[in-house]
């Protein structure tokens, strides 16, 4: 079992940035993804990065790709979305996911709410 607490959000102008941090307590697996995820109101929940505790490699969307990065501290167990350049269109709430030993993102943060202002 994990679980998955976000910190960080909160309102910014259009260009500013913000630092999203995810706590992750009970058990965590290497090879687990880690992911950033996003929701509008009236949208669907997109995925937004992705990273694993084990590598290097990380994924993200194509709208956020050279604003955003994601990073993590295995010694705290977190993981980090460094928000750049930030855009109204970024307004949403931002959860934090893990797929455990699963192919599928099985544990969830309550989110936290990120609004950018032009």
């Known amino acids: 079992q994990v679980q998955l607490v976000e910190s960080g959000g909160g309102l910014v102008q259009a260009g500013g940035s913000l630092r999203l941090s995810c706590a992750a307590s009970?058990?965590?697996?290497?090879?687990?993804?880690m992911a950033w995820f996003r929701q509008a109101p009236g949208k669907e929940r997109e995925f937004v990065a992705a990273l694993r505790w084990s590598e290097t490699n990380t994924y993200y969307a194509d709208s956020v790709k050279g604003r955003f990065t994601i990073s993590r501290d295995n010694a705290k167990r977190a993981v980090y979305l460094q928000m750049n350049s930030l855009k109204p269109e970024d307004t949403a709430v931002y959860y934090c996911?893990?797929?455990?030993?699963?192919?599928?993102?099985?544990?969830w943060g309550q989110g936290t709410q990120v609004t950018v202002s032009s």
């Open positions: 996911a893990a797929t455990g030993t699963s192919s599928v993102y099985e544990y």
């Open positions: 009970g058990q965590t697996f290497s090879r687990e993804y």
